[in-house]
């Protein structure tokens, strides 16, 4: 009901080129090639299931009782201020990027799909205690806390909200890493018969991520659980997903099932797509364009107007050192 009236930040999806583009270009190659073969419905971008009508409240897990629900809301850690208002709520959980359930925004009721218990996490590569365990006694390591991040999008939206979850450096240790592991690379659920977004041949499934262990261990680098002092909503990548707030959204790789800790350089999934797009890096500057959108400003979800966008997503004290010593690498998008 809410979301009758145009809201005036909105970019509609008719405007919007969405990271999809290029890979559906090239699937419509692929197809006319293949000739005769069918399209089921909803696996292209811009097959949209119509207006968004959510409700925060209807987007809460009410299938299975969670285990772990009592350990929200966490207490907030006040060394991360923001300079904008929070994105309500109704928004960061309805308007969402997650590939695997379809290529529009509004994926929130597909995900409730995704069965998040139980979760079973692989831990492995190059670590002196290689593991596999659940989600539920993963959050029984570690201790939550909440903090206020910024999120930009390299498609220049932009929001910011308060995610619940530990620092990546907790799951690091847990780990134990060897003298070798250089990279982690991290891997999203495979569940084409769930997720039907999966079923898009053309997409490099699962969805692949990587950081060095330079920048896991940042303190930053976040591995979030839960939004808005509840569980993590579906939507929004649950039960874990990666926050490195200083690069552009598509690193914090959603509902994470496997940690590898490894000396290879990971590809990740948009870049093993269009690798000249989609660097390893993708730190935010507003200063160097993507071939598809100029990164210079950005639109607040929710708000009227652009506004600058900052260097290192104005998270630059934190991380601008771990890239000082970099030469010859393609730091940005
Ligand atoms: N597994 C997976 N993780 C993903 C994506 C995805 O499609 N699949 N999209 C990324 C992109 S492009 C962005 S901007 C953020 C969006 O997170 P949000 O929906 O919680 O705002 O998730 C990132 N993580
Ligand atoms: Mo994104």
Redesign the pocket.
């Known amino acids: 009901m809410l979301f009758k009236f145009k809201r005036g930040w909105e970019i509609r999806e008719s405007d919007v080129t969405s990271?999809s583009v290029y890979v559906n270009r090239r699937s419509f190659i692929r197809k006319a090639a293949l000739g005769s073969l069918a399209v089921s419905g909803g696996l292209l971008a811009g097959c949209d299931e119509g207006e968004n009508k959510a409700s925060a409240a209807k987007t809460e897990n009410t299938s299975q009782p969670s285990p772990s629900a009592g350990l929200y809301p966490a207490q907030r850690n006040e060394r991360f201020q923001l300079d904008r208002e929070l994105t309500s709520e109704e928004l960061?959980?309805t308007?969402?990027?997650?590939?695997?359930f379809g290529s529009s925004k509004n994926i929130w009721r597909k995900a409730q799909d995704l069965q998040i218990r139980p979760w079973n996490i692989v831990i492995d590569g190059l670590v002196d205690a290689p593991q596999e365990l659940d989600f539920d006694d993963l959050l029984k390591k570690v201790t939550l806390e909440e903090r206020l991040y910024r999120?930009?999008?390299?498609?220049a939206?932009s929001?910011a909200?308060p995610w619940t979850g530990f620092p990546m450096r907790d799951l690091v240790a847990l780990a134990q890493p060897q003298s070798g592991a250089k990279y982690i690379r991290m891997e999203?659920?495979n569940l084409p018969d769930v997720a039907s977004?999966q079923k898009a041949f053309w997409y490099p499934w699962?969805?692949v991520?990587g950081l060095t262990i330079e920048e896991a261990t940042n303190e930053l680098a976040f591995i979030a659980t839960g939004?808005y002092g509840r569980e993590m909503p579906k939507?929004?990548?649950a039960p874990l997903?990666?926050v490195t707030p200083w690069k552009?959204?598509?690193?914090?790789?959603?509902?994470?099932v496997k940690f590898t800790f490894t000396d290879q350089r990971p590809i990740s999934?948009?870049e093993e797509i269009q690798g000249s797009e989609y660097g390893f890096w993708a730190n935010v500057n507003p200063e160097v364009s993507h071939p598809r959108w100029s990164q210079a400003t950005e639109q607040p979800l929710g708000q009227t107007g652009r506004i600058p966008t900052q260097l290192y997503n104005g998270y630059g004290e934190y991380v601008a050192d771990l890239y000082s010593n970099i030469k010859g690498e393609r730091l940005f998008v």
Request: aromatic fraction near 24%; glycine fraction near 8%.
């Open positions: 990271e960061a959980t308007y969402n990027n997650f590939y695997e999120h930009r999008c390299v498609e939206w929001m909200v999203t659920f977004g699962p969805y991520e939004i939507q929004n990548g997903r990666l552009y959204g598509f690193k914090s790789i959603k509902s994470i999934f948009w």
